[in-house]
Antibody, heavy 123, light 108 residues
């Protein structure tokens, strides 16, 4: 069973950038997508986008198109999400998640989740 | 974007009772590509149900999903203490992936 380990909490200022990493252990990501999501304190889940681990192509949510960059390093089985021009309402727990266990013709739900990385944006 | 509306926002029940959670989509979800997740406090969400009605590996049999097109339901037949949590529906058939606002099942 895949295990995703994310980088630690970050505290940063408005206007700055943050990078969160997500490392797969036990298995690699294979050819699936690595999704990034976030959850503001006391709120629901919001999808930022995905990166295809094998080919590196990306699909970003329109809201984040101009501010997010997703990359991966296959040599270390790690994906990265950079969010720039941070604002206070970017304060949230950021999760990576991936697929693979329950894919079908209908698509792939999110089977495996990282533990989350809390990003706090405050002056 | 497909908007998912969950109801009720809060469901107050006792252990042993039946829980019925609703998820309504703003447009038809293709191939029933709808999932349910459980999130306990301080934890990441975990997959319960996918393709509207198929239990994920390790999901207890007391959880069941039903529905199609725009109306979906998650039922917990008899609540166990560990089931008191927040539940989210999610559609994964159309980009962008979207989630409902969640239903919190708490103790009456």
């Amino acid at each position: 069973q895949m295990h995703l380990v994310q980088s630690g909490a970050e505290m940063t200022k408005p206007g700055a950038s943050v990078t969160v990493s997500c490392k797969a252990s036990r298995f690699t990501f294979n050819s699936f997508h690595i999704h990034w999501l976030r959850q503001a304190p006391g709120e629901g889940l919001e999808w930022l986008g995905w990166i295809n681990y094998k080919y590196g192509d990306t699909n970003y949510g329109q809201k984040f198109q101009d501010r997010v960059t997703m990359t991966r390093d296959t040599t270390i089985a790690t994906a990265f999400m950079e969010l720039n021009t941070l604002k206070s309402d970017d304060t949230a727990m950021y999760y990576c998640a991936t697929e693979g266990r329950h894919c079908s013709g209908a698509g792939c739900p999110l089977d495996y989740w990282g533990q989350g990385a809390l990003v706090t944006v405050s002056s | 974007d497909i908007v998912l509306t969950q109801s009720p926002a809060i469901l107050s029940l006792s252990p042993g009772e039946r829980a019925t959670l609703s998820c309504r989509a703003s447009q038809s979800i293709k191939l029933s590509s709808l999932a349910w997740y459980q999130q306990r406090p301080g934890q990441a969400p975990g997959l319960l149900i996918y393709e509207a009605s198929i239990r994920a590996t390790d999901t207890p049999a007391r959880f069941s999903g039903s529905g199609s097109e725009t109306d979906f339901t998650l039922t917990i037949s008899s609540l166990e203490p560990e089931d008191f949590a927040v539940y989210y529906c999610q559609q994964y058939g159309t980009s962008p992936l979207t989630f409902g606002g969640g239903t919190k099942v708490d103790f009456k």
